[in-house]
């Protein structure tokens, strides 16, 4: 079975500060991945998506980069985190399209605060 | 872009009730899931239902593609149902793979 790894759980960082996440998926190979963000309010907003490594695409212009050094492995980063930056981080995997199937899995996510 | 709107945002039931949680969407879509946030922020997938209907359990998931709407239904609800659920579609135009969320229901079910 498919297992998604997302660390650190929690993380208080002052503001300027470097950020990186990580996520790994096990059970599973050539998986989209994509990084969500949950801010106060709920909702859940699509940061970035990758097809494959190397492959990156930036849904929202932001403060934050994403990097796939490995196939199952997706990296979220900041050089300087801003108060902004605060929230709810879910990393989520699916399988590569197949007749229109794409349903995504989430991880436990990591929850970030910026003072 | 495609808009998600999940209604009521807040809902609190007795145990026992029975609800029904509404998702609208603004256009066609080829990908519609449907989820529990629990207290802990561990998203559950209940179903993956871009039409048709499913049932799990005490749950029960419908999709009319044609009229853009997606319905859950929870019967008999428990505690341990509260939480929040999140509507997730996705649409040819946007590609199927990239979710929208609405804001979600905040269920509440109270001994």
């Known amino acids: 079975s498919q297992t998604i790894h997302q660390w650190p759980a929690t993380l208080v960082q002052p503001v300027g500060s470097p950020l990186s996440l990580e996520c790994t998926v096990e059970?599973?190979?050539?998986?989209?991945l994509y990084w969500y963000r949950q801010a106060a309010g709920r909702g859940l907003q699509l940061l970035f998506y990758?097809?494959?490594?190397?492959?990156i695409s930036s849904e929202v212009p932001q403060n934050l980069s994403a990097s796939r050094p490995q196939d199952r492995q997706f990296i979220l980063s900041s050089k300087k985190l801003l108060l902004s930056d605060s929230g709810f981080y879910l990393c989520?995997?699916?399988?590569?399209?197949?007749?229109?199937?794409?349903?995504?899995?989430f991880g436990p996510g990591t929850r970030l605060t910026v003072l | 872009g495609i808009q998600v709107e999940q209604s009521p945002p807040d809902l609190i039931l007795q145990e026992g009730a029975n609800s029904t949680l509404r998702c609208n969407f603004s256009?066609?879509?080829?990908?519609l899931q449907w989820f529990h946030q629990n207290p802990w922020g561990q998203l559950i997938n209940l179903f993956y239902?871009?039409?048709g209907t499913k049932q799990n359990g005490r749950l029960s998931a419908t999709t009319v593609a044609t009229e853009r709407y997606s319905s859950l239904y929870i019967s008999s609800s428990q505690t341990t149902d509260s939480g929040v659920y999140f509507c997730?579609?996705?649409?040819?135009?946007?590609?199927?793979?990239?979710?929208?969320f609405g804001k979600g229901t905040k269920l509440t079910v109270n001994p």
């Open positions: 989520a995997w699916s399988r590569v399209r197949l007749a229109s199937y794409n349903e995504q899995f």
């Open positions: 256009d066609s879509v080829n990908n």
């Open positions: 990758s097809v494959g490594i190397g492959q």
């Open positions: 059970g599973t190979s050539n998986p989209n």
């Open positions: 239902i871009p039409s």
């Open positions: 997730a579609v996705g649409s040819p135009q946007g590609g199927s793979e990239k979710l929208v």
